[in-house]
């Protein structure tokens, strides 16, 4: 089952542009994590964010966690072309190792 | 390190026909998952495993999916008979408990 809702559902920015997308999720979680999938791919992780965390970046990446709202976003600074994908969030609660998954955003970068 | 391996890349086939899908997980990953993602969605489980046994096949269609992991490593996944809808990737994950997944690149799946 989904239990996350994105937001946008779709973005289309100039390279260079930041880029931040809108996760929303239902349930207390362990940790929110971040996937991009390239057309035709499979899905790769991009970043990871515990529970009793509230930021985390990694290169051009920057999450947030809000817990008490249940939400988090991904920010994208300075895109490129090679970002043009969709994204994904996902939760994984305390109880097992599952995702719970968003129908993701497709995020265009034109050039 | 190796990553998530799935066969084949792509399969059509007529509806009623079976097809078997084949995935060898990251090497010391005893948990493995099996996805279904219809275009313009995320993916939905199927089938996890934690070494040889199943932990949540809720939604498996099991009258006429089925998962097997051998020995705790390869997994197959198959449908008999397929019907339209189950047009669709099928990926793979591998992980050990809590954090990552790691993916294959899937299968796609067209059923005509």
């Known amino acids: 089952s989904q239990q996350g809702e994105e937001d946008p559902q779709a973005l289309s920015i100039q390279e260079g542009e930041n880029a931040t997308m809108n996760c929303s999720y239902k349930?207390?979680?362990?940790?929110l994590q971040w996937y991009r999938q390239n057309s035709g791919r499979g899905l790769v992780h991009l970043i990871l964010?515990?529970?009793n965390e509230r930021e985390k970046h990694s290169g051009r990446l920057r999450v947030t966690l809000d817990t008490s709202k249940k939400s988090s976003s991904l920010l994208i600074t300075a895109s490129r072309a090679a970002d043009t994908a969709s994204y994904f969030c996902?939760?994984?609660?305390?109880?097992?190792?599952?995702?719970?998954w968003g129908a993701g955003t497709k995020l265009i970068i034109k050039p | 390190e190796a990553g998530v391996a799935q066969s084949p890349r792509y399969k059509i086939i007529e509806k009623r026909q079976s097809v078997a899908f084949w995935c060898n997980p990251i090497?010391?990953?005893?948990?493995l998952y099996w996805y279904q993602q219809i275009l313009g969605q995320g993916p939905k489980l199927l089938i996890q495993f934690q070494n040889n046994g199943v932990v949540d096949d809720s939604q498996l269609p099991k009258d006429r999916f089925s998962a097997e992991r051998l020995k705790g490593v390869d997994s197959t996944l198959k449908i008999q008979p397929a019907k339209l809808e189950d047009s669709a990737v099928y990926l793979c994950?591998?992980?050990?408990?809590?954090?990552?997944?790691?993916f294959g690149a899937g299968t796609r799946l067209s059923v005509l």
């Open positions: 090497s010391g990953h005893a948990t």
């Open positions: 964010i515990r529970s």
């Open positions: 349930t207390s979680i362990n940790n």
């Open positions: 994950a591998s992980s050990l408990e809590f954090g990552p997944k790691y």
């Open positions: 996902a939760t994984e609660e305390d109880s097992n190792y599952q995702l719970i």
